[in-house]
């Protein structure tokens, strides 16, 4: 398959907000973000009010939403500031792109209007189940029970849990041959229709790389009503498949993003640092390997790019297996990468005085969401 790497100007011009804002205002918050564990408000209304974090159609008082290569260039733009403040920020606006996407008329009135307009909502998308499993692997199932929907199973890497928007939850259908489903789990006391008293949150412990977005394992066994199940018995399932596809890509984005900023800092570094009386530049152990690394990087970013692109052409077999290949490469190269740029800075790589060690946490635990180490021997047609 052959796509075209040419960006238009719109491309272009959110590729040049992103990289803006990352420098002006995502990067210079990152370490207070990680400490609070969270994003301030601030910052988080000032993402917002771009229309890159939530994108929302304009019916519903959004500025409209944009192309798949604009997501992911928007998505690696802020993750080059910061990878935890911009997956924050992107997963909370997954679920903007689901309801939009796959949701009905009324569950796109009911939902969307308060992605733009409540600047204090985090909404979380319960997607990832370890182990590298693709969608149609998942264990979570919905399925029907009467005239509700029962929604069981164990979701991991969930963010923002505790932010006061909805909860998606995606898993298979077994009775309808195991075909994507998705469910909006209601935030309510447990004795109205939903009932969350079936759900069981576990924050996960901190410091694993990614604070700013805090990460919980949710446990479900819960019946929720027709109405909270996105799109209907009857949704669409492609549309489905594509938005689960482009939010496991938005994870590759920000990967290839930190590595990014990794790897410009490490050589900014490396044209500083001298050792017998000349920049450690010069020495080609240092040259090759920052020269390896941005050929990596590009490498992975075409991946993902292609990926994005076959979600428009290809079945959903080969479609899933190129987005597993594409996330679990790009995510295994940024965690090399920035290993070696810690390795650049030799003994200062390891102290919080430089943060290309948050860097490598951060790609590090994005590697853990979604990895499928089988997938690396695999190579899609072209």
Not at 96 to 116: H, K, N
Not at 135 to 163: C, F, H, M, N
């Amino acid at each position: 398959m052959t796509f075209d790497l040419t960006l238009s100007e719109e491309q272009d011009a959110v590729r040049d907000l992103a990289r803006i804002l990352a420098d002006d205002a995502v990067s210079p918050a990152a370490p207070e973000a990680e400490a609070a564990r969270g994003v301030a408000d601030a910052l988080w209304r000032t993402l917002l009010s771009t229309g890159l974090t939530a994108p929302v159609a304009p019916e519903h008082g959004g500025g409209g939403v944009p192309d798949g290569t604009s997501r992911l260039l928007a998505v690696e733009g802020l993750g080059f500031g910061d990878a935890a403040i911009a997956a924050s920020a992107f997963w909370s606006g997954n679920a903007a792109l689901l309801i939009g996407s796959c949701g009905t008329a009324e569950q796109r009135d009911a939902m969307l209007p308060a992605f733009v307009t409540d600047t204090e909502l985090r909404a979380a998308v319960a997607l990832y189940e370890g182990f590298g499993r693709a969608p149609s692997e998942y264990r979570t199932t919905i399925q029907a029970e009467g005239d509700r929907w029962r929604v069981r199973g164990r979701k991991t890497g969930v963010p923002l849990t505790a932010g006061g928007g909805p909860l998606i939850v995606v898993g298979t259908d077994p009775s309808a041959g195991d075909r994507l489903r998705a469910a909006v789990i209601p935030a309510d006391d447990g004795q109205g229709e939903g009932g969350q008293g079936g759900v069981t949150v576990t924050a996960s412990s901190p410091h694993l790389g990614l604070d700013a977005a805090p990460m919980s394992t949710v446990d479900l066994d819960v019946t929720v009503g027709e109405r909270h199940l996105l799109g209907g018995p009857d949704a669409d399932d492609a549309a489905l498949a594509h938005e689960v596809s482009m939010a496991r890509l938005t994870t590759a984005a920000l990967a290839i993003g930190c590595a990014q900023r990794a790897c410009e800092y490490a050589s900014g570094y490396a044209t500083e640092r001298t050792a017998f009386g000349r920049p450690i530049s010069v020495f080609q152990g240092v040259a090759f390997l920052m020269a390896d690394a941005r050929m990596r990087i590009d490498a992975a970013r075409l991946q993902v790019w292609q990926a994005a692109a076959g979600l428009e052409t290809t079945e959903a077999a080969g479609t899933e297996r190129a987005v597993s290949h594409a996330v679990a490469y790009a995510t295994s190269i940024a965690s090399e990468v920035t290993r070696d740029c810690v390795q650049v800075l030799g003994g200062h790589g390891f102290l919080a005085d430089h943060p290309v060690e948050r860097w490598y946490r951060a790609t590090a635990s994005l590697t853990a969401l979604d990895f499928d180490p089988t997938c690396l021997a695999f190579t899609p047609a072209l």
